[in-house]
């Protein structure tokens, strides 16, 4: 589905990112792990079409291109409830007012949520916040979901909730993290580091 | 000494009865400077979003002449609306001189550059994750630009308030395109001048309170507003 060789993000004379190869399979869990500063948002942001300024090659159809989302380590979150967040980006597709409630609503619930909905932006906590904006990523329904330390601020709950939707979801995941991720996932690990990547595959 | 607290106080009394002149001049104040500020505003806003979204030298050289367009004084302006309105000029047909369309005219452009300009600071100032998370959720240019304003809007109303408060304080474009004739395209600015060179400091006065108390409300609103803003933040 997308073909990563050689790449290299350098920025102010350092190498921020370096991978030799990657593959991404139409159905793969893909876990990028590696140190602070080792380059982990750099790829996502590359595999998303965020950051265009690099060195190597990158495959992929259109089709993925245009239905590749990003959440960020960070998410952000518009003015207004956490259902209208969740139901933005269904504006663009085509279904009815009710419709995108349902989903959204779907999606929220499977996240653990579903009872904030109606609750402000303003007013959540870091993990919900995170919840949120995977709910919102999640509900366009993405050739390839990249996410940026998922599980970060989650509780065990939370965490719990996160890993069986990923592990449901029916598209490529791919997953950037400091640490090791739960097994659940059976991600296939891509460890980054510093000056020089190595791969390691934990798939049994 | 004595003339100022005579003038202050029979300005209150014109203001109180409703002197004819004051109010028409205040009236046409107020009336030429919306229509001047809404027309820029439905034009600059979407240029300001434009040039934000558009990375080039060309998006940046106008942003750069936008900037030093603020500068320009009115009396400038007047004189290039003069020009191009009078029987001369290449729309002169119009018959723009002389009229408080004119007037409107020049304000635009004095309103435009500044809220371009103060627009694309505010568009500039937004996380960076705005435009991100929309453009990895493949949201067409339409919501993006409702987005924008709605996450800029207090940016843009400062935006829009200080071009209206530049507009309805200038002097130059109402002089020199509207003529200052009575009761059509006579203004606060253009009256206060000439009731004071004339003498009629109360009738001056009046409109000079007029003046301060629209910009003690925008400063009041501006104040408000910011307030809210950072209301809703914490």
Known sequence: MIDVTDLKVVRQSRTICQLDTLQIGSQDRIGIVGSNGSGKTTLLKVLAGLETDYHGHMNGSPEVRNHTTYVHQS?????GTVLQNVVFGLRMKKFGRRERSQMALAWLNALGIAHLAER???????????????????????????????????????????????HEFPHAVVIASPVTLPA???????????????????KP | MQFLSEGVTHAFRLLIVGDAEVISAAWNSVWISISAVLLATAVSVPMAIVLYETKSWVSSSL??????????????IGL?????????????????LYSPFGV????FMLA????????????????????????????????????????????????????????????GIAMMVGGNIKFHTRT??????????????????????????????????????QRTQESIRE
């Open chain 2, 80 to 96: 290039v609306c003069y020009a191009v309105f009078s029987r001369q000029g290449p729309l002169g047909s119009a018959e723009l």
């Open chain 2, 63 to 76: 942003v750069v002449l936008f900037r030093a367009a603020l500068n320009l004084p009115t009396v400038f």
């Open chain 1, 184 to 202: 659940e996932l059976s991600c296939r690990i891509v460890t980054l580091e510093r000056q020089k990547p190595h791969f390691a595959d934990a």
């Open chain 2, 104 to 107: 409107v005219t020049g304000e």
């Open chain 2, 112 to 171: 435009v550059p500044i809220v371009v300009s103060l627009t694309f600071g505010t568009l500039q100032g937004l996380d960076t994750r705005i435009l991100e998370t929309m453009r990895t959720l493949h949201i067409g240019s339409r919501l993006r630009w409702i987005t924008y304003i709605s996450e800029a809007r207090l940016g843009m109303m400062v935006a829009v308030l200080t071009a209206f408060s530049r507009c309805i304080t200038e002097l």
């Open chain 1, 75 to 79: 998410p952000f979150l518009f003015r």
């Open chain 1, 120 to 166: 402000s932006t303003q007013n959540l906590s870091g993990g919900e916040r995170r919840r949120t904006a995977m709910a919102r990523a999640l509900a366009v329904q993405p050739k390839l979901l990249l996410l940026d330390e998922p599980l970060a601020d989650l509780d065990p709950g939370g965490i719990d909730a996160v890993v069986r939707v990923i």
């Open chain 2, 188 to 225: 606060l600015t253009t009256a206060t001048a000439l009731e004071t060179s004339r003498g009629e400091f109360a009738r001056g006065i009046a409109m000079c309170l007029i003046l301060l108390l629209i910009g003690g409300c925008i400063t009041v609103l501006l104040a408000w507003m």
